[in-house]
């Protein structure tokens, strides 16, 4: 079977997969973890002689903002594609949440991307934008586009973006028999 993800022009396989990674979300993730650790460290080493109300305050503080912060981070530390015959299933994060599953016969087109930025979405993550749609952005650089028959649009940044896009059109106009 050829290697897909190197730009092979030639037969598609049956299922295509690609993913992007952004390495400085893990130092997000250990401010998080830093957060975390002082809101255990308040708890168990404090005197609490200025009060228990203020300590209990910091200490939740510590403690939420490092579990949004690192769960938040990890989540969108990488975003995974893959797609089959069928489907195109879209997976954030080392245990896939959240995803989104588009059924083929629900995308109208896709477009390669060249410069897709967190900025334009709102920051890294899933975003929706009312004027741009939804996306899931982990990092800057290539992406693609799906233009759904519903009108929205999705976009997601992915390596090698050009080879998803031939992969989706390939699979949403077939080719007809007695033409391959």
């Not at 080493?45 to 503080?61: F, T």
């Not at 995803?99 to 334009?120: C, D, M, N, Y």
Request: hydrophobic fraction near 45%; aromatic fraction near 8%; include cysteine.
């Amino acid at each position: 079977m050829r290697d897909h993800r190197r730009g092979d022009h030639g037969p598609h396989p049956d299922v295509w997969t690609g993913r992007a990674t952004n390495r400085f979300q893990w130092l997000l993730a250990l401010v998080g973890a830093a957060c975390l650790a002082l809101g255990v460290e308040l708890a168990v080493d404090s005197a609490w002689s200025s009060g228990v109300a203020p300590l209990a305050m910091s200490v939740v503080g510590c403690i939420a903002a490092g579990l949004l912060v690192l769960f938040g981070t990890l989540a969108f530390v990488h975003v995974a594609l893959k797609v089959d015959k069928e489907t195109l299933e879209v997976r954030c994060g080392h245990i896939g949440l959240p995803r989104r599953r588009i059924p083929l016969s629900h995308v109208a087109g896709a477009e390669f991307a060249p410069h897709v930025t967190p900025r334009h979405w709102g920051g890294w993550g899933y975003r929706w934008r009312p004027e741009k749609g939804t996306a899931v952005v982990v990092r800057r650089g290539e992406g693609i586009v799906l233009r759904l028959w519903d009108g929205h649009t999705f976009t997601i940044t992915i390596d090698n973006a050009e080879s998803a896009v031939r992969v989706i059109r390939d699979r949403l106009h077939p080719p007809t028999p007695g033409t391959a």
